[in-house]
């Protein structure tokens, strides 16, 4: 893990057209989840949101499309600007 958060990998960022999706490897919340077998990202998505919210001064969307914890390879998320 880098420093404990995982590695992060912007897939897709689209600034104009308020879009983004990033992939987070080694995700400590799903690794300790593993066997839940449903989204367990809570944090990562309110910082997510938060961070891009900052950023751009609008209301973000953010959903969780993979997860580790569902036997996924990664956590990807979806990131919507409005």
Known sequence: MTLGWGVIEGVNVDVEGG???LRIYQNFE???G???G???SQF???AI???FAHFFGKDVKV???KCIAK???YCEFEIKIS
Do not use: H, M, N
Request: hydrophobic share 15%; charged share 40%.
């Open 71 to 73: 036997g996924d390879p």
């Open 34 to 36: 593993k066997d839940k």
């Open 63 to 65: 959903e969780e499309t």
């Open 38 to 40: 449903k989204s367990q």
């Open 49 to 51: 949101a938060g961070i």
């Open 19 to 21: 879009y983004a999706k």
């Open 30 to 32: 799903c690794e300790l």
């Open 44 to 46: 990562y998505r309110g």
